[in-house]
Structure formats: C-alpha cells, structure tokens
C-alpha cells in the first residue's frame, strides 16, 4: 500500500498491519495478546527494561482486568512509552546513517 512512502510512512504502516494481524475483528486486543505481541515483536526494545518501575507497571496493568481489551490508539502509546525508556533507542540515536 505504501511502496512509495517515506521510511517514516512504511515504518507506521508496519506496526498497524502488525496490530491488525493480531487484533479481533472489533480491532481489538486483550491484554494478553498485547503482552504477548510486545514481547514477541518488540522484544528488543524491551529486553533488559525488567528492572525499571516504569515498565513493570506497564505489564503489571496488562496482566490485570484480563477483560479489559487495548485499542490501536492504546497500543501505540504503549510502545511509544516503552520506546522511550528502551535502552536501545540510545544506540539507535548514537547511529549515523547515510543517504
């Protein structure tokens, strides 16, 4: 849908298919799922955040109310909070790439 978009516009469009890929048809996730998805495909942004009291609360609210379910709008605050905190997006700012 996006072959001729921006990295940034082909990166977006990523996660939403992803999120959709996995959601219901009401386009939604538990917060089981979205645990699960989190540390499934996002795995290397959250590896070492274990320790951090941020973090822990985030999966600590995703193991609770497993009724509960997560909009897109949910999701992606979500992994901007946990990109935010990511020790590799450090690395990822100390990356120079060129055109």
Known sequence: ALGQGSELEKAFATVALVYNNYADPEGKL???ETKS???TQ????IQG???KP?????ISDLDEEPGDK???????MTL?????MSDLLQEIKNM???K
């Open 54 to 58: 941020k973090y822990q609360e985030i």
């Open 80 to 84: 901007v909070i946990l990109t935010l």
């Open 70 to 76: 997560i909009d897109f709008e949910d999701f992606m």
């Open 37 to 39: 998805l989190l540390q």
């Open 49 to 51: 955040q274990e320790n």
């Open 42 to 45: 996002f795995w290397r942004f």
């Open 96 to 98: 120079k790439t060129t």
């Open 30 to 32: 538990s917060r089981a």
